[in-house]
T-cell receptor
Framework: AQKITQTQPGMFVQEKEAVTLDCTYD???????LFWYKQPSSGEMIFLIY??????QNATEGRYSLNFQKARKSANLVISASQLGDSAMYFC??????????????FGKGTKLTVNP | DTAVSQTPKYLVTQMGNDKSIKCEQN?????MYWYKQDSKKFLKIMFS???????INETVPNRFSPKSPDKAHLNLHINSLELGDSAVYFC????????????FGPGTRLLVL
């Protein structure tokens, strides 16, 4: 079975600094995808970034980058130049499979990021 | 234009009632999902439909019945609501093949009293 572990329940960062949110995963599938979502206090789930297991380069999207270390099974999210609006819950997710072989997203428990002025 | 929309946004109801949540996507996706987020913020998949066909049912009580009239819509009907059903329910959609990023609706906050 697939599993996502986010070990940081909460993180604090000063505005304009960079922050890394940790994510480790476990899967026996050779092909998988890793996602990060942001959930602000308003509640919506916002897709941030995607990394495929066969992608040679780390994914980047604006101020977001994914530090993908396949051998360590880690997919950490790096947010550069933090802004107050980055304060939110961040979820790491992996494309996994049900027992029947269908694909689904498996989520970690999330990390609450607070950006201080 | 809203990509994935859900109605209602808030739902407060009494135990034992039956209620429905509707979801629509205009992204041209062929796969739709229902997730439940509990009070600890943990997100777990409930159902998935591909081209109106149920493909995932993650041991959800049969009081929950999804219905997909077409591939742009996925509704969730809940019978005999219980206190433990209080949660935020998210609809999501994606392509079945190719880019598979799931895009989420705004969520429906259900409170059962």
């Amino acid at each position: 079975a697939q599993k996502i572990t986010q070990t940081q329940p909460g993180m604090f960062v000063q505005e304009k600094e960079a922050v890394t949110l940790d994510c480790t995963y476990d899967t026996s599938d050779p092909s998988y995808g890793l996602f990060w979502y942001k959930q602000p206090s308003s509640g919506e789930m916002i897709f941030l970034i995607y990394q495929g297991s066969y992608d040679q380069q780390n994914a980047t999207e604006g101020r977001y980058s994914l530090n993908f270390q396949k051998a360590r099974k880690s997919a950490n999210l790096v947010i550069s130049a933090s802004q107050l609006g980055d304060s939110a819950m961040y979820f790491c997710a992996m494309r996994g499979r049900t027992q029947g072989g269908s694909e689904k997203l498996v989520f970690g428990k999330g990390t609450k990021l607070t950006v201080n002025p | 234009d809203t990509a994935v929309s859900q109605t209602p946004k808030y739902l407060v109801t009494q135990m034992g009632n039956d209620k429905s949540i509707k979801c629509e996507q205009n992204l041209g996706h062929d796969t739709m999902y229902w997730y439940k987020q509990d009070s600890k913020k943990f997100l777990k998949i409930m159902f998935s439909y591909n081209n109106k066909e149920l493909i995932i049912n993650e041991t959800v009580p049969n009081r929950f019945s999804p219905k997909s009239p077409d591939k742009a819509h996925l509704n969730l009907h809940i019978n005999s609501l219980e206190l433990g059903d209080s949660a935020v329910y998210f609809c999501a959609s994606s392509h079945w093949t190719g880019p598979e990023t799931q895009y989420f609706g705004p969520g429906t906050r259900l409170l059962v009293l």
